[in-house]
């Protein structure tokens, strides 16, 4: 019973690297979401994504950041050229349909550390 | 101003203290989810709520509307609820817009 698998669920990187996040959704969900939860922040919403489509992409950063939930596999953020303000809790979380009535699944984070 | 305010932010009660958390929002919603965050750990939906009262365990969620409020109460607390609680207001877009949370700790 396979909960939202996310991995790494630690991560350093040096500044300047690419950091990339996955995450598997729940069997039976199409819809993807990842947050993020800045130290002594609260979490924000970042973009929310279904198969091959991006939905709202309203809270990610302009630069350096992209997400994407392919066909086939898991959901990607990706972090490129990585500062230490990107060093945070990702947090994905799946629904299996857009909507009311229905609950959403998170899953258990992503520590990225920037050095 | 955020669009989901919660209070306390801090919190510590002992151990069999019944404890409540409130939580305003701003947004028009489809649903409201309480959320449970244990130090260094994931993030778990306690309730989802889009009307009246639920009811789990010790726990217990309300929610008003109309005056766009919601409370989490835990009755006989516990030092393993020692937490942080997240209110969390879902829009019709399918978008969170998140509280700061309420840290939780009981203590024995």
């Known amino acids: 019973n396979a909960g939202v698998m996310q991995n790494p669920r630690h991560l350093v990187r040096r500044r300047g690297q690419e950091a990339r996040l996955r995450c598997s959704p729940m069997k039976g969900h199409s819809h993807v979401y990842w947050y993020r939860q800045l130290p002594e922040e609260g979490l924000k919403f970042m973009v929310y994504l279904q198969k091959e489509n991006i939905i709202d992409e309203s809270g990610m950063p302009k630069e350096r950041f992209s997400a994407e939930f392919p066909k086939e596999g898991p959901s990607i953020l990706r972090i490129q050229q990585v500062v230490r303000g990107d060093s945070a809790a990702y947090f994905c979380?799946?629904?299996?349909?857009?909507?009311?009535?229905?609950?959403?699944?998170f899953g258990e984070g992503s520590w990225l550390t920037v050095v | 101003k955020n669009e989901v305010e919660q209070s306390p932010q801090n919190l510590t009660a002992q151990e069999g203290e019944f404890i409540t958390i409130n939580c305003s929002y701003s947004?028009?919603?489809?649903?409201l989810h309480w959320l449970q965050q244990h130090p260094g750990g994931g993030i778990v939906s306690l309730f989802m709520l889009s009307s009246g009262k639920k009811k789990h365990g010790r726990l217990i969620a309300t929610i008003n509307i109309q005056e766009k409020h919601s409370s989490l109460h835990i009755t006989a607390s516990h030092p393993r609820d020692s937490a942080v609680y997240i209110c969390?207001?879902?829009?019709?877009?399918?978008?969170?817009?998140f509280g700061t949370g309420t840290s939780l700790t009981v203590i024995p």
């Open positions: 947004v028009g919603i489809s649903a």
């Open positions: 979380a799946s629904s299996p349909q857009q909507g009311t009535g229905n609950t959403i699944y």
């Open positions: 969390a207001a879902l829009n019709t877009g399918n978008q969170f817009y």
